[in-house]
């Protein structure tokens, strides 16, 4: 399967008119920007993305909470999660992934080279 469309659960505008551009412009990918979990979980099926990204925190739903809902609706539970945080020490990281994120990219991102890491976990999970 290809990697064709993302969803970017970030609630920092600015944050999430770079990350579009840099996925949709360097990547080729659709993306669907959610400013928050509840809205994530309100559009994921219908956007059925191939992998979503999302922001450890954001008000309401922080991403740890909204990544358990995703889990615990068949639907959505084998979709590929990846934070995207500032939060990246060793033990922070060993736990977004004991809840079930394939990794963790680190913010402030490079928009440049943002497409080409999701691009790289992606292709790392379905060798």
Not at 2 to 11: K, M, P, Q, T
Not at 100 to 113: R, Y
Request: net charge negative.
């Amino acid at each position: 399967m290809n990697l064709e469309r993302i969803l970017y659960a970030e609630d920092e505008p600015d944050i999430q008119a770079v990350a579009k551009l840099a996925l949709e412009m360097v990547g080729g990918f659709k993306v669907l920007i959610c400013g928050n979990g509840a809205e994530t979980l309100e559009k994921v099926k219908d956007f059925a993305p191939n992998l979503i990204l999302l922001d450890v925190m954001m008000p309401g739903m922080d991403g740890p909470t909204t990544l358990k809902h995703l889990r615990a609706d068949p639907a959505t539970a084998s979709i590929p999660v990846v934070f995207l945080t500032a939060k990246v020490q060793a033990a922070e990281v060993a736990q977004y992934q004991a809840l079930g994120a394939l990794t963790v990219l680190a913010k402030p991102f490079n928009p440049m080279t943002l497409a080409a890491q999701v691009k790289q976990v992606w292709d790392a999970r379905h060798v």
